[in-house]
């Protein structure tokens, strides 16, 4: 079994600036070449993601309501979207590996999330 090395801390200060990236990114790669979906699928939820940071019960949440484990589940929900989405959804060239690299990326992070009661340092 991997270690699991994301803390809840760790995950918090990545959550901003993947959220930002997945709204600034197809404006610079261009995406969207092989369906119009494979750009605003990325904006739409990079909008969300900022959202639902600013809303999750961590560190950097400005209001607090959301609990962190939803966070996670919606995290691990779009690792699913994005590596499903270029199959379902037929994107080709940049499209495709766009979104099969992000999602399996976060797949991994959400994966590697050490647990909240876990107190020990790897």
């Known amino acids: 079994m991997f270690p699991r090395f994301i803390t809840k801390s760790i995950h918090a200060y990545l959550d901003y600036p993947v959220a930002l990236g997945l709204i600034a990114m197809p404006f610079l790669f261009g995406l969207g070449a092989t369906n119009p979906l494979a750009f605003w699928l990325s904006v739409i939820t990079g909008i969300a993601a900022f959202g639902l940071t600013v809303l999750t019960d961590h560190h950097l949440g400005l209001i607090r309501v959301l609990p962190y484990t939803l966070h996670l589940t919606v995290d691990g929900l779009v690792g699913i979207t ?7 959804l037929g994107f080709a060239g940049l499209d495709y590996w766009y979104y099969t690299v992000l999602g399996l ?17 790897v």
């Open 105 to 121: 990326t976060v797949l991994a992070v959400v994966g590697l999330h050490q647990p909240e009661d876990q107190t020990s340092t």
């Open 82 to 88: 994005f590596v499903s989405a270029p199959l379902v």
